[in-house]
């Protein structure tokens, strides 16, 4: 017990503690100080608010923006087009919350400094897309983040969470966090009623194309470690969608966006023969997944397994037409911006490969699959919605509280309701404030109590990988293989080779089956096992632990969902080799899981899908 003695231990006590300051997280905190005024509000992140999150290194768009001040969309319109994109899956009730107060904290954005880009002739935003504005967005984050940091009473950075604490007194009723700190290793008790989970979406659970020293070249952040499913998962909250991972065609090697270049510059995709493709894999999409190829947009998923069909049938690379498009100076300009403010990486490998888009068309590549809840998937918890739009069976208690009392999330935590994007996310942390400072106030005087024996045995689990090291080090005299620990890289690599060879990652072009599911949950448990075992040479070796500990968790939770839906609902996406059609007549459903961790066994079941909007 030589490294806990000397742990410091430090207490915080809040009404409303936020866990992540990203963007929804940065929305929570902000509306947590307006409707509490007198409210003790925390945030606790794992990094620095100032840059921390999927929004780190800027955006050059906002993707949900209604533009309703000039009747450009209404919040049905984005239901709509949610829908349409998710093969009929959304929670429409949520979505339309979500929708009908982004606008408002666009402007406050404005408000703070971000510059908008505006169309000179009508003097409205600059519109990408029907739903995307472009903005100079290299400062998106801090500026958000300053807004938060004023709100807080207090923000701690460099505090990894790692487990939420329960009601002594009550079942099923959150009661705080604890975490340490991984600079110092002070392990941190926040107490706290409410507590709001907005801790981002999940990379590296597949193994990515980009492996050894590139492996942190991953579409969505590296750092984005799950903690938002794991965290609610062990507290026993239901997940729902969690089989709805993202694939995304990106610019190869660098995952720059395609956004703005299918959007605003108008380019558009063809084989390596410099023929159009899609067309031909028209009446095989329809085979899949009958009438939802001819909606309009066609659902992302849709376009993925297009591109996919054309390489598979040996007609690759895909390469985006920018040559014409490159030609008019102003779009060449707009073209190298939209990397410069977001994904410099790709104009780096674009310059390292000798590729001039105004003379080569640069490849496309689909991704691994990540999961999150505020892109163009809805992976995530299960939340009750909003009192005067959800349908009763969606409503047990407070707008986006969990199946936990007290527990409530925002942002890629939120499961049901994709395309709310970085403004849609910092929208709904300001909707789940709004109601945690309510659930607060009705508490009035009862506090739930925090159990000195649990957070005591958590100090313990917590430092346990750094303890394993200490001791198992003295058995290796050269190297880093241990006989008796884990490195958390190495059981990372183990996670992403189960993922991705069972459970429909790139290898087996996004397809799997019962027995490879089956599989792959025997693989998971034994490595779960395993880490017990986990060996942290420092603070920083005992962060990676946690992530992986929060990673492998949300993997066996897309794995369990996977199983449950017996058809392939977004091929391009992921493919049900033994269920490879759509099947609306059963599976026209939102999957639920609940993890018990007492047993750890997971129970599935259906929720129906009501479509509110026309
Ligand atoms: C590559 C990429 C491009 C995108 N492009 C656009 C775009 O052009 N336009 C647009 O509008 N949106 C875009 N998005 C989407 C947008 O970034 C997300 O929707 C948004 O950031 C989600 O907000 P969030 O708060 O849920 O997660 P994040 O903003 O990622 O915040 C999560 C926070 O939680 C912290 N955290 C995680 N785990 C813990 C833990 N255990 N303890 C403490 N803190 C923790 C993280 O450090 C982070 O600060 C893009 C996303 C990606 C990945």
């Not at 999330?409 to 403004?423: P, V």
Request: aromatic residues 10%; glycine residues 10%.
């Amino acid at each position: 017990m030589g490294l806990l003695s000397g742990r410091k231990t430090v207490y915080v006590d809040s009404d409303v503690l936020v866990i992540g300051g990203g963007m929804a997280g940065c929305g929570a905190t902000y509306e947590a100080r307006y409707w509490g005024r007198d409210l003790n509000i925390v945030c606790v992140e794992k990094a620095n608010i100032e840059r921390s999150g999927a929004v780190a290194q800027g955006l050059y768009a906002i993707n949900c923006y209604m533009g309703m001040q000039w009747n450009e969309n209404q919040p049905e319109d984005h239901v709509r087009y949610a829908r349409n994109d998710l093969m009929g899956l959304v929670r429409e009730d949520l979505g339309y919350d979500i929708a009908r107060h982004v606008d408002s904290s666009v402007h406050k954005f404005e408000e703070w400094g971000l510059p908008i880009m505006r169309d000179p002739e009508t003097g409205q935003y600059q519109r990408e897309g029907k739903w995307q504005i472009m903005i100079h967005g290299e400062s998106y984050k801090p500026i958000v983040a300053e807004a938060a940091r004023k709100a807080a009473t207090k923000v701690y950075n460099r505090i990894m969470v790692t487990h939420l604490l329960m009601d002594k007194t009550k079942a099923n009723r959150v009661a705080g966090a604890v975490g340490f700190n991984v600079r110092t290793g002070d392990f941190h008790v926040f107490r706290a009623p409410a507590v709001i989970v907005a801790a981002g979406g999940a990379s590296h659970i597949y193994k990515p194309r980009a492996v050894g020293e590139g492996m942190g070249r991953t579409w969505y952040a590296p750092w984005s470690s799950a903690s938002a499913y794991a965290l609610p998962i062990l507290a026993g909250a239901k997940m729902t969608q969690m089989e709805n991972r993202i694939v995304l065609t990106r610019f190869k090697d660098g995952y720059g966006p395609v956004g703005a270049y299918f959007l605003h510059l108008k380019t558009y995709t063809e084989n390596a023969y410099g023929n159009e493709y899609e067309s031909n894999w028209y009446e095989n999409t329809k085979e899949l997944v009958g009438d939802y190829i001819d909606r309009h947009p066609v659902p992302t998923c849709l376009r993925n397994h297009a591109l996919l069909e054309e390489l598979k049938a040996g007609r690759g690379p895909i390469r985006m037409v920018t040559k014409e498009a490159f030609q008019d100076p102003h779009k060449e300009t707009i073209g190298w911006e939209n990397f410069l403010g977001m994904t410099i990486g790709q104009a780096v490998v674009w310059a390292s490969q000798n590729i001039d888009p105004k003379h080569t068309n640069p490849e496309l590549t689909t991704s691994e699959p990540y999961v999150m809840g505020s892109h163009a998937t809805c992976s995530g918890a299960w939340a009750s919605g909003p009192e005067d739009y959800a349908p009763s069976e969606y409503q047990w208690g407070y707008n986006r509280m969990m199946t936990v009392d007290g527990l409530f999330g925002a942002g890629d935590t939120i499961g049901g309701t994709a395309h709310k994007f970085s403004s849609g996310s910092f929208a709904e942390g300001r909707i789940a404030a709004k109601a945690a400072v309510n659930y607060v106030k009705d508490l009035g005087k009862e506090r739930p109590q925090v159990s000195e024996a649990e957070y005591q045995n958590l100090k313990k689990v917590v430092f346990q990988p750094m303890e394993n090291y200490e001791v198992g080090r003295n058995e290796i005299v050269a190297g880093t293989v241990s006989p008796s620990y884990l490195l958390p890289l190495h059981g990372l690599q183990r996670l992403e080779k189960i993922m991705d060879e069972y459970v429909g990652g790139i290898s087996s072009h996004y397809t799997t089956n019962e027995p490879l599911l089956t599989r792959g949950l025997e693989l998971l448990q034994m490595l779960k096992e395993d880490l017990n075992h986990l060996g942290a040479e420092d603070l920083h070796q005992l962060q990676r632990s946690w992530e992986l500990q929060h990673r492998v968790l949300a993997s066996e939770s897309v794995t369990h969902h996977t199983m449950f839906r017996k058809e392939t609902r977004w091929p391009g996406y992921y493919y049900r080799g033994d269920h490879m059609k759509l099947d609306d007549k059963d599976w026209h459903c939102f999957t639920l899981s609940r993890y018990d961790r007492e047993s750890g066994e997971w129970a599935m079941e259906k929720a129906p899908v009501y479509h509110i909007v026309d």
